[in-house]
T-cell receptor
C-alpha cells in the first residue's frame, strides 16, 4: 500500500510564529486530506487537496501530485492551533491512509 | 445535527466481552469506514464498505466484524474484547469523490 511520511514529528512554536508541515507519499493519489486532531480527539477536516493550492484563513495547503508531496502552512499561529496534524492520501482503490502526524504545541 | 454520529461515545468493558459500536450518517453516502487510533499514532483502517452489499477488510480486521444494516448504518463488533483493543474508534463516510467525513469517535477501554 501507499506509504505516508510526515515531518517534523514534533513542533513547538511561540504564538504568532509561522510553520510548514510536510507530507510525502509513495504513490499516485486521487484524494488527499489534511486533518487537525484537537486535544479532545476530534478530527477536523482542514483541506481536501489532491492537487494545487487552497487557503482558508491563516491556513493554506499545497499539493504537488507529480512530485508526491503536500505542504500545510500555518501563519500567525495561535494556542488553539495546538494538536496533531494528519495528512491522509487515497489512491482511489480503498480508503485514506494516515501518516503518523505532526504534533504541534503553540506556546503563549 | 451532526452528519456522522457514533454511539456510544465512551465505553469500558472487560476482557472477553462482546461489544458493538454503532455509526449512522445523514449525508446519503454509499461508502462507510471504520478506523482505529492507538495512542500517539495515526488512524488504521479496520473495515470499509462501498455499498450495502460490499464489505471489505482493512489492515487490522482480526478480532473485529462489521454489519452494514442500511446505507446509513455501519456497525463494528468486537467478538471477544482484549486489552490491546483499547483505542479511539472512528467511523467515516464519503461519496468516493472527495472529502471523507469523520464521526466524533468512540473511546473504548478494555480491562
Amino acid at each position: 500500500g501507499i506509504q505516508v511520511e510526515q515531518s517534523p514529528p514534533d513542533l513547538i512554536l511561540q504564538e504568532g510564529a509561522n510553520s510548514t508541515l510536510r507530507c510525502n507519499f509513495s504513490d499516485s493519489v486521487n484524494n488527499l486530506q489534511w486533518f487537525h486532531q484537537n486535544p479532545w480527539g476530534q478530527l477536523i477536516n482542514l483541506f481536501y487537496i489532491p492537487s494545487g493550492t487552497k487557503q482558508n484563513g491563516r491556513l493554506s495547503a499545497t499539493t504537488v501530485a507529480t512530485e508526491r508531496y503536500s505542504l500545510l502552512y500555518i501563519s500567525s499561529s495561535q494556542t488553539t492551533d495546538s494538536g496533531v496534524y494528519f495528512c491522509a492520501p487515497d489512491t482511489g482503490r480503498r480508503a485514506l491512509t494516515f501518516g503518523s502526524g505532526t504534533r504541534l504545541q503553540v506556546q503563549p | 445535527d451532526a452528519d456522522v454520529t457514533q454511539t456510544p461515545r465512551n465505553r469500558i468493558t472487560k476482557t472477553g466481552k462482546r461489544i458493538m459500536l454503532e455509526c449512522s450518517q445523514t449525508k446519503g453516502h454509499d461508502r462507510m469506514y471504520w478506523y482505529r487510533q492507538d495512542p500517539g499514532l495515526g488512524l488504521q483502517l479496520i473495515y470499509y464498505s462501498f455499498d450495502v452489499k460490499d464489505i471489505n477488510k482493512g489492515e487490522i480486521s482480526d478480532g473485529y466484524s462489521v454489519s452494514r444494516q442500511a446505507q446509513a448504518k455501519f456497525s463494528l463488533s468486537l467478538e471477544s474484547a482484549i486489552p490491546n483493543q483499547t483505542a479511539l474508534y472512528f467511523c467515516a463516510t464519503s461519496d468516493g469523490k472527495e472529502t471523507q467525513y469523520f464521526g466524533p469517535g468512540t473511546r473504548l477501554l478494555v480491562l
